[in-house]
């Protein structure tokens, strides 16, 4: 079995590792940010996980309209990536992800994947810190990245998302494989990129998300619309969706929620 030994959830907003020296207060609350996903990293390391599967949701800089997946898993060898001066390469871990692969078609759900795969913002600006907080210089996890659209229509839909991670959980937990698996999710929280009400941050609808999940009652979040997450700003919400699922909606704990000028930054660990 292919046992899930840590699960984590973060914005990935360009921010992160840009560091624009917008206030006093913005560099703070990055600051804030940096240090929990540091957390994050030393949590994945103290759990000698030896796998880290993450999902993100590309912004047309990987992917672009001559082929965009609705879902893709990498199965190639290495993968990384470049982005605002950061270069990012890890092992990946192709036996895993190919079991992966094969059990979720079993499952229904028609997942394309990739060999090769030029990673961007929404995995290289949290995984830096993350990487950081585990001393990666001695520690080299390897990597599944797992697009889940988010940001083209027609996206998938919530519960289908939710559904793939317990699509997810049953396929590692029937694996012959004897991986120890850290899940981490990237995207949101309310932030409008990409719209005319960007700067704008949904906070009651921040809480009301990160209430329901440090309650455990993440499965009920699956309930939620298309229309309900686009009017919110809560779009990406559906990556953190497949983790829950993933993780049969264990509760959260809030590492750190920051309320920014464009973007609702939260870093959340789920107790697996």
Same mark, same amino acid.
């Given at each position: 079995?292919?046992r899930?030994?840590g ?6 907003t360009?921010?992160?590792?840009v560091?624009?020296k917008?206030?006093?207060?913005f ?11 540091m957390?994050?990293g030393?949590?994945?390391r103290?759990?000698?996980a030896d796998t ?16 965009y997946p609705?879902l893709l898993?990498?199965?190639?060898n290495?993968v990384g ?5 950061v ?17 979720l ?5 028609d997942?394309?994947?990739?060999l090769e795969l030029?990673?961007d913002h929404?995995?290289i600006?949290?995984?830096y ?7 990666h210089?001695?520690y080299?996890p390897?990597?599944i990245?797992?697009h889940? %659209? &988010?940001?083209v ?5 919530p519960? +289908? !998302?939710?559904e793939l /991670?317990v699509?997810i ?9 004897q991986?120890?698996?850290a899940?981490i999710?990237t995207?949101?929280?309310s932030h409008?990129?990409?719209t005319?009400?960007?700067g ?6 921040d809480n009301?998300l ?8 993440g499965?009920?979040?699956a ?5 309900w ?11 953190w ?6 993780? %049969? &909606?264990?509760?959260?704990e809030?590492?750190?929620?920051? +309320? !920014?000028?464009?973007? /609702? ?7 697996v």
């Amino acid at each position: 079995m292919a046992r899930i030994v840590g699960a984590f959830a973060t914005s990935h907003t360009p921010q992160i590792l840009v560091q624009p020296k917008i206030s006093e207060e913005f560099t703070r609350q990055l600051q804030e940010v940096h240090k929990a996903l540091m957390e994050v990293g030393k949590r994945i390391r103290n759990a000698n996980a030896d796998t880290i599967i993450i999902f993100g949701s590309d912004h047309m800089e990987t992917f672009w309209l001559n082929n965009y997946p609705q879902l893709l898993l990498f199965t190639g060898n290495e993968v990384g990536g470049r982005f605002a001066g950061v270069e990012l390469k890890l092992p990946g871990n192709p036996e895993l992800a190919k079991e992966l692969l094969y059990g979720l078609i079993d499952y229904g759900f028609d997942v394309s994947f990739s060999l090769e795969l030029e990673l961007d913002h929404p995995y290289i600006s949290p995984l830096y810190w993350v990487l950081k907080g585990a001393q990666h210089d001695s520690y080299q996890p390897r990597l599944i990245p797992f697009h889940i %659209n &988010s940001n083209v229509d027609p996206r998938i839909k919530p519960r +289908r !998302a939710y559904e793939l /991670g317990v699509a997810i959980r049953t396929v590692l937990e029937n694996s012959k494989l004897q991986n120890r698996v850290a899940l981490i999710a990237t995207g949101g929280l309310s932030h409008f990129v990409g719209t005319p009400y960007y700067g704008k941050v949904d906070v009651e609808a921040d809480n009301f998300l990160i209430e329901k999940m440090k309650a455990g009652r993440g499965y009920e979040l699956a309930d939620l619309t298309t229309d309900w997450l686009d009017e919110h700003g809560e779009f990406e919400f559906r990556t953190w969706l497949t983790l829950l699922g993933a993780v %049969n &909606s264990a509760p959260a704990e809030i590492l750190t929620y920051q +309320r !920014a000028w464009h973007c /609702g930054y939260c870093v959340a660990a789920f107790r697996v």
